[in-house]
């Protein structure tokens, strides 16, 4: 049981965390393994579209929380890593194949032309299907000193959540929804439960399998992921109203010309920011047993609604 004190003392600590040296350490850690973890080779082409969008930059917040659930329940970056890299080039082709002129045809993804429009389409699609591929490598061939058994439920969880259970689920449904403004919010819940919360909630527990947590543990982070995963998109949608391009590095006011539904479409803007806010403060109620431990999967969740890009 944790007392209001213990609680109070963890948001304060919370409160005076550096996060923004955090997260740059790690980002730094990020990028060197990432680069590390594609050289290129012949055929020469694929590999510099693959590396193209890999190392476009972006928060890396997968790899990031992968890491970061790890060392929470005792495990080490090293441990990580490849998990975190496979984490990152899952996000990546799911993006690429979402730029498509198929999918949601864009033109700038993280402030650069989007992959098709530098590889062409077929380049582009294989490059994706090189990205998912290299991932389910990466964490059976370059994960070391971490029992097999754990290293096997990683890629269930991975498959899982790439799978029509979840990223691939959740944009059929996106794609069935376009052009209909009216959606319910069960839809518009259960888009965004699979299409992003099921990746972000793969990236939590896949670093706390790694370290051995046990069920509880991994049920607790299972729905702090599950609600920063949700609030994650609510921001998403708002930003997509009141952020620029440039601050976006992506096209501006895509749902709104779209007539997509969205949270604030539903709810309207100051409502939209009260209930990611709300999904913010369960999340963080989820790592109390965590204590001094979450600091860092706290503060992540504070930057995940305070974001403006
Ligand atoms: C996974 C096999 C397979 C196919 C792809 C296209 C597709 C199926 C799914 C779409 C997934 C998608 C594009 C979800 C949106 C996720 C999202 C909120 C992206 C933005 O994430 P950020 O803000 O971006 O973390 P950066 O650039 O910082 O990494």
Request: glycine fraction near 8%.
């Given at each position: 049981m944790t007392s209001t004190k213990d609680r109070e003392r963890t948001e304060l600590q919370t409160a005076q965390f550096n996060l923004s040296s955090y997260l740059a350490e790690r980002k730094a850690l990020v990028e060197a393994a990432l680069d590390r973890s594609l050289p290129v080779a012949y055929p020469e082409k694929i590999y510099e579209a693959m590396r193209y969008s890999l190392l476009?930059?972006?928060?890396?917040l997968r790899p990031i929380l992968c890491l970061a659930t790890c060392e929470l329940a005792g495990g080490t970056i090293d441990a990580a890593m490849p998990t975190a890299c496979a984490l990152e080039a899952i996000h990546t082709m799911s993006l690429i194949h979402d730029d498509l002129p198929a999918m949601d045809?864009?033109?700038?993804r993280r402030g650069k032309l989007t992959n098709h429009k530098v590889y062409g389409e077929d380049i582009a699609i294989l490059a994706g299907d090189g990205l998912l591929a290299r991932a389910f490598e990466c964490v059976a061939l370059e994960?070391?000193?971490?029992p097999a058994d754990r290293v096997l439920q990683v890629i269930v969880r991975l498959g899982g959540a790439v799978g029509a259970a979840g990223l691939v689920g959740g944009q059929v449904v996106d794609l069935e929804s376009e052009?209909?403004?009216?959606?319910s919010l069960e839809t518009l819940n259960f888009i965004h439960t699979h299409k992003t919360g099921a990746l972000l909630e793969a990236c939590v527990v896949c670093g706390a399998i790694l370290a051995g947590a046990g069920t509880a543990e991994l049920q607790k982070l299972s729905r702090y992921a599950q609600n920063i995963g949700l609030a994650f998109q609510i921001i998403d949608d708002i930003l997509d109203v009141t952020a620029t391009q440039e601050e976006l590095g992506k096209t501006a006011g895509k749902d709104l010309q779209a007539q997509k539904a969205t949270f604030p479409s539903i709810w309207g803007l100051e409502e939209s920011k009260a209930q990611a806010k709300k999904l913010v403060d369960d999340a963080k109620a989820e790592?109390?047993?965590f204590k001094e431990a979450a600091i860092p999967l706290s503060a992540l969740a504070d930057f995940i609604t305070n974001r403006t890009h």
């Amino acid at each position: 049981m944790t007392s209001t004190k213990d609680r109070e003392r963890t948001e304060l600590q919370t409160a005076q965390f550096n996060l923004s040296s955090y997260l740059a350490e790690r980002k730094a850690l990020v990028e060197a393994a990432l680069d590390r973890s594609l050289p290129v080779a012949y055929p020469e082409k694929i590999y510099e579209a693959m590396r193209y969008s890999l190392l476009a930059g972006g928060k890396r917040l997968r790899p990031i929380l992968c890491l970061a659930t790890c060392e929470l329940a005792g495990g080490t970056i090293d441990a990580a890593m490849p998990t975190a890299c496979a984490l990152e080039a899952i996000h990546t082709m799911s993006l690429i194949h979402d730029d498509l002129p198929a999918m949601d045809n864009d033109d700038y993804r993280r402030g650069k032309l989007t992959n098709h429009k530098v590889y062409g389409e077929d380049i582009a699609i294989l490059a994706g299907d090189g990205l998912l591929a290299r991932a389910f490598e990466c964490v059976a061939l370059e994960t070391q000193g971490v029992p097999a058994d754990r290293v096997l439920q990683v890629i269930v969880r991975l498959g899982g959540a790439v799978g029509a259970a979840g990223l691939v689920g959740g944009q059929v449904v996106d794609l069935e929804s376009e052009g209909k403004p009216d959606i319910s919010l069960e839809t518009l819940n259960f888009i965004h439960t699979h299409k992003t919360g099921a990746l972000l909630e793969a990236c939590v527990v896949c670093g706390a399998i790694l370290a051995g947590a046990g069920t509880a543990e991994l049920q607790k982070l299972s729905r702090y992921a599950q609600n920063i995963g949700l609030a994650f998109q609510i921001i998403d949608d708002i930003l997509d109203v009141t952020a620029t391009q440039e601050e976006l590095g992506k096209t501006a006011g895509k749902d709104l010309q779209a007539q997509k539904a969205t949270f604030p479409s539903i709810w309207g803007l100051e409502e939209s920011k009260a209930q990611a806010k709300k999904l913010v403060d369960d999340a963080k109620a989820e790592l109390a047993a965590f204590k001094e431990a979450a600091i860092p999967l706290s503060a992540l969740a504070d930057f995940i609604t305070n974001r403006t890009h």
